[in-house]
């Protein structure tokens, strides 16, 4: 009974993985700035603590890694374990690559036969897979990322072009070329449009080590950007949130929109 | 009109530089002797940095170049300002200005005005930048003011604290 119990609420957790910002969701990279013909491992979790692994692993499954060139790489030697996920990444080419997990769906709840169902999906497989008696249903649509940036020699900005859905960061300053003491700004786009008045908030890692979670509470002006200073060298956790009604069915009332990367700041 | 403040102007770049062409800028560096377990001697990269700290001129850059080791390109990064300042943009090694590492001592550089390093280099401020790191190391950043090639003899020095020793530098016009 526990056990099922428990099967559900990991479930539920599945089925909303942007519903709670309770839990931080993260890829760390073991490098940012590298060069052509090494490697970079990358670490991905959901915590509570930044960046230390002490709630779930973040599942690899809607994991994109884009190379400099815009082409797709496949991670080498994918692990899931308790508390993390773990891959490879081989930097064969010149610039920046842009490690992604884009998790973009529909999540609808009905009853049928007075049972209650959960379903998940795209606005394709909505069409067909949900009957025709269902009831009370209910359907929210979200789509979220979580980044981070590796640059092999020169920082390049191929990999970084916005695939215009959903919330995303497109540099201003490049997201590798970040300096403690320095001021850093980025835009952030909604389906490609400046992202107006979005609460951005950034907090760096350590947080297991110090009392205050010294998180810098920000908000994109006009033109979707954002300025951020780094007060230290380290690693920075961002994330930015919104809703609308975007939805991609009619069914779906609300849309909810995340952004989550994953920046290093490295000292003068 | 023009063509006379063209050929003025051309004039006065060609003044320019024929006057630093027989400047002279010499640096004496010390890589300070550390007793540390397990030592390796450091990168070592120095360059002429514009007012605005982009880089002017690359005059060296001292890493493992041994081709029997592994590949010491990969840990140029670890000389952090130079990496963001354009040693991620060279394709090493650099004909002139890349070498191997140079062990504990001073070591004397010395560079003409009409050398290949300091050829394109307009009259004006700079600094020299040495920067130095090491495995299992630290790093270390000293900078040293002069006017090139400046109207008399110019001496600036500098003193590291951990990677580096006694920096001189000698800048004759």
Redesign the interface.
Known sequence: MKTALRAIAVGAALLVPFASHAHKMWLLPSAT???V??WVTVDAAVSNNLFNFDHVPLRLDALAITAPDGSKVAAESPFTGKYRSVFDVPLKQSGTYKVAIVNNGLFANYEQNGQRKRWRGNAEKFATEIPADAKNLQVSESIGRVETFVTA???TETALKPSNVGLELIPVTHPN?L?AGEASKFRFLIDGQPAADLEVVVQPGGTRYRNDQEEQKLKTDANGEVSIDWAAPGMYWLEAGAQDQKTSVKQAKQRRLSYVATFEV??? | MRRVAKLASAMLLMGASAAAFGAELNLKLEIPRLDVAEYHRPYIAIWVENQDQSTAAQLAVWYQTDPKKEDGTQWLKDLRQWWRRGGRELQMPVDGVTGATRPAGTHALSFKGADKHLANLAPGKYNVVVEASREVGGRELLRLPFEWPGTQPQTATARGKSELGAITLNVTP
């Open positions: 700035v590298s060069t013909d090494q020699g020169k920082p070329d300096y490295l000292p003068q």
